[in-house]
């Protein structure tokens, strides 16, 4: 497969390039694949649907085909993925897609896992070790630091916002030692983002470490993520049959997000056939995206801090990408976006519990609470011209090309749960009484003792650190 760069399409590398460079350094651009190869009709077709590493192979072959083997790929699979994504349904029309049953307990273990495996890959010919840099807000810090521990010839730098993330998520990315390094930095996560770009495009530094990045701006934890789309969406479409007797069901794929590297993989299952009519994009009030949806105009900003903290992403990376792939106008038919304040996402946690009897962490609560109002006649109100205000939280006034399959009650929802609700304890526990179940991996991270090195909000001084401690 040849990759091309969202700012200038004249650029073609290879999965190699694209995986270990992380971004075009001479455009600021993204790497995106130049086609997105349909999967073969028999799996798509196949009932009961393929196994989650099946899928998960037949999507992966043509982004590496003649730079990795298949037998390579296969173990690459394997080793990454010792855990599956789990398919809940919540009543007739609506399902959980349980992302959180890897190490981390996020979803991003699905992209680092396969990431962390495709440059130790691609690393072992070369005799200097790759420093990767990511900055995080939450999840991806404990993602990447686990998904690379230990593995020799990288090196991990990770950046959070000092005291914007939770403690358990603190724990999960300041106890690494070794290879593994995090420093908190005294500002938001869009500044750490920015001291990472910054350092990217330093030509004196890459002349003296070999960087590469691991946030959602890296086409190897992008791909990955497209898996789970695939294999729920066949599961979901097959099981239809006996949950509700909707034959051919409308899909709608509901995604909590933040930088978008979620729904962009989403995007790319569609494109390789997944049976998939369309998506919600689920903000907290970091409202970017469905403003831009709103209005026309984007405009990045500031970050809010939400109890939703993992999407408190006000610019958004993978904007980018999505506008390489679709107009304002096709986003518009494919997309409901919704957004949600903090009493909101209590609201939701607190409704979802109350008619379903699930505990959903507040990531996911933003994305029942937008199919939840959406089959609840929020969408048939936007068909009728109701105009919703997108100033107010909920869904924003276009209506995507599946509103009638939602109003004919043919539309069935699957909502990604990003993250286990055991993270967010304290915020769960507001909202519904309780706190939820803490897994085994959970409560022995917290036992850890705490490496993290404090930082200024400077780049220069980043670079020194950064030099100093190679
Ligand atoms: C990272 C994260 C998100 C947002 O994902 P994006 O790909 O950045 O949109 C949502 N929920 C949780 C729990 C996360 O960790």
């Known amino acids: 497969m040849i990759y091309t760069d969202t700012r200038d399409s004249s650029v073609k590398v290879t999965f190699k390039q694209a995986v270990m460079g ?110 990767i840099l990511v900055a995080t807000s939450g999840d991806t810090g404990s993602a990447v630091g686990s998904a690379f521990h230990g593995v020799s010839g990288l090196d991990v730098t990770i950046l959070y916002p000092d005291g914007k993330i939770s403690p358990l998520q603190e724990k999960q990315l300041s106890t690494f030692t070794g290879n593994v390094r995090a420093l908190k930095v005294k500002g938001t996560f869009d500044d750490c983002q920015k001291l990472v770009k910054t350092a990217f495009t330093d030509d004196e530094l890459r002349k003296k470490l070999r960087l590469s990045s691991a946030n959602s701006i890296n086409i190897a934890r992008l791909l990955p993520q497209s898996f789970y789309y695939m294999y729920a969406s066949l599961v979901v479409r097959n099981r239809c049959a006996l949950d509700n007797k909707i034959s051919n069901p409308s899909i709608i794929m509901v995604v909590p997000s933040g930088n978008f590297g979620n729904l962009t993989s989403g995007l790319i299952a569609k494109e390789m056939g997944a049976p998939i009519a369309g998506f919600t994009a689920a903000t907290n009030s970091n409202r970017t995206i469905p403003d831009w949806i709103a209005t026309g105009d984007y405009n990045a900003r500031p970050s809010v801090e939400t109890f939703a903290n993992a999407m408190d992403v006000g610019a958004p990376s993978n904007y980018e990408r999505i506008k390489a ?124 003792p705490d490496m993290a090195v404090s930082m200024e909000n400077d780049y220069n001084m980043f670079k020194d650190w950064l030099l100093a401690n190679r």
């Open 325 to 448: 792939m679709y107009t304002l106008e096709t986003v518009r038919s494919l997309f409901a976006s919704y957004w949600q304040n903090n009493e909101g996402i209590i609201a939701g946690i607190k409704s979802c519990n109350d008619k379903t009897g699930y505990i959903i962490d507040p990531h996911g609560a933003i994305g029942w609470s937008a199919w939840n109002d959406i089959r609840n006649g929020a969408m048939e109100q936007l068909m009728n011209g109701q105009k919703n205000d997108f100033n107010v939280p909920g869904l924003t006034p276009n209506v995507p090309v599946w509103a009638q399959a939602v109003k004919d009650k043919k539309a069935v929802g699957i909502i990604l749960e990003t993250a286990s609700p055991a993270k967010f304890g304290s915020i769960v526990k507001d909202a519904i009484g309780k706190e939820p179940p803490m897994p085994s991996r959970l409560g022995q991270v917290m036992r850890l």
């Open 22 to 131: 992380g971004m075009n350094p001479a455009t600021g651009g993204l790497y995106m694949p130049l086609s997105f190869p349909k999967l073969e009709s028999c799996l798509l077709n196949k009932d009961p649907a393929p196994s989650f590493r099946d899928v998960a192979f037949n999507m992966a072959k043509p982004y590496v085909e003649g730079e990795i083997p298949d037998n390579d790929l296969v173990s690459l699979i394997q080793d990454a993925y010792p855990f599956q994504p789990k398919i809940v349904p919540l009543d007739s029309i609506s399902y959980v897609l349980e992302l959180f049953h890897g190490p981390t307990c996020a979803f991003k273990d699905f992209g680092a896992r396969f990431m962390a495996r495709a440059m130790s890959y691609f690393n072992k010919s070369e005799d200097t070790p790759l420093h």
